[in-house]
């Protein structure tokens, strides 16, 4: 049994699984991002490599946040890395007649009554509709899922985007954040249209019986307050969380930012981990993190193991970066974090 | 009718009304440096109390700062260069390769709000143009942002260009986003760093040395 299982079923304290990406992987192996990033089977082996260089417990497959949004008509460009050059065309007030608006609504009160969700999904037909402008990379994702899991014996995590933090992409973070207020509605509508298409992607990937991390960092406390979290953002997350673990899966949530105003909230989600930047926060949930990606980045090994050493104090964990690894952070302080792991466990990994 | 119901606008973000207040004192004859400094700038000063003390977040800024603004456009024309006394010129931007801006856009309202002359360049600005700007614009202070690990080494660049060619004693450099904190600010060489934009006013007040802070 594979470490972080271990730690989920209480059979041990300590396991390790820093936030190394696509983008530093590709970066070690001087890879065009682009080239990477469009192409299941180079994502595949680029995080192949980057688990075989440091053999952390675990795989992220997690290429960049908006490999969804661009899916749903978000353009990009790289430079190297992808940045937003125009938002989606989708979200526009005729784009309404998309999507049957009576589903959208039976999926909120049945998730409330706690009933079966998967009946109300949405047509195949429908879901087509919503991706205008695919590039195809929600499916080089699950290629790069379906080679990690032949290749690799760990558990292979995918990333895919909350609801809220999507929404955010494809009408714009400005725009988005102003209409959680002055366009309640059309708020809603949008963050139903991310859930909807979201849960359309995780059905493809909890087929591969691939364990799922949902990064949702606009919806931190540092970005919005925790009435609006718990009106837009909590229940589209539950669910997502409530549809992966009826398959057996585990389900992690990652938010940056200040989450103590909402550790509360993101303590009865549901999940199995919670990846958070303050890992003394109390909570049942099962935490992931520890070491700061700017220590990581630039800190001295002395600076970097006064850190793990904090952060294993606070029992149970997952010893992690607090949000994705950078690009350039050196080889030798993400070993030093495995190293540290293994020092605990007595054993050193082959 | 009190000039604080223009307050009261920008504190609850009421965009739809600030401009037919404005009006209505600009009309009543009231100066409009008064609707400035005793309506919409104390508005956005108890929105930027607000947030610090997180009963406001950025959406409630976000609409506060759009509020401020609907009403200052109004009266921007009215007010003759005298009537503002600018504490010092601001360049601010989000560096190459990054388009969050939503900090940046928090921090540049605040700024003029507090009396500073801002010089927004945007987001995604080429090193190049930070430099160019600071050559012909003189600016006190120059504000760098960024919200990902993989742009904030422009930060640095742009510090190394600057004291290369010998700008580095004209003009200022602070930084923040996300992913900037005090350790990496004094090793890339900037003068400051803030954790969010009441604390980037506080900063820059302490860096110009100004008469009024």
Known sequence: MNRIEEVLQHRRKFAVFPMVCADHCSNLLHQNFKSVATDGKKLAYVLEYGYNLY??????????????????GLELDYNPYPKIVRFSELIREDSMELIRKDSMELIRKDFIRGKEIKALRLKSEEIKGLRLKSSGRVDEIIKAAKLLKKKVDVPIFVSIKGPFTLTSFIVGPENFLKML??????????????????LSYLKKLLQLGVHIFIGDPMASASVISPALFKKYAYEPL???????????????????????PIIDQLDSLGADILSIEDISLKTKTLKMGGVSTLTLLNGTPEEIKKEIKKALKSGRLILSSSCDVPVNTPIENIKLMVDEINKKDGFKKF | ME?????????????????????EFLDKGVAPLDILEQGLIPGMKEIGRLFAIKEYYVPEVLLGSETFY???????????????IKKGKILIGVVQGDIHDIGKNIVKVMLESSGYEVLDLGRDVPNEKFIETVINEKPKILALSSLMTTTMVHMETI?????????RKTVKVIVGGAPVNQEYANKIGADGYAEDAAGAVKLIDSLTVNPWS
């Open chain 1, 55 to 72: 053999q952390y417990d675990g795989i992220l497959l997690f290429s960049d946040p908006y490999v969804e949004a661009e899916a749903m």
């Open chain 1, 181 to 198: 207020l002055n366009r309640k509605e059309m708020a809603e509508y949008y963050i139903d249209v991310a859930l909807q298409f979201q």
């Open chain 1, 238 to 260: 539950a669910i997502l969380i409530k549809e992966s673990k009826l398959t057996g899966v585990y389900v992690g949530v990652h938010i940056c930012g200040d989450t103590e």
């Open chain 2, 3 to 23: 000039i604080s119901l223009i307050k009261k606008a920008v504190v609850e973000f009421e965009s739809d009304k600030i401009k037919g207040l404005v009006r």
């Open chain 2, 70 to 84: 609907a009403g200052f456009e109004l009266i921007k024309p009215l007010l003759v260069q005298t009537d503002i």
């Open chain 2, 159 to 167: 510090i190394k260009i600057l004291n290369k060619k010998k700008l």
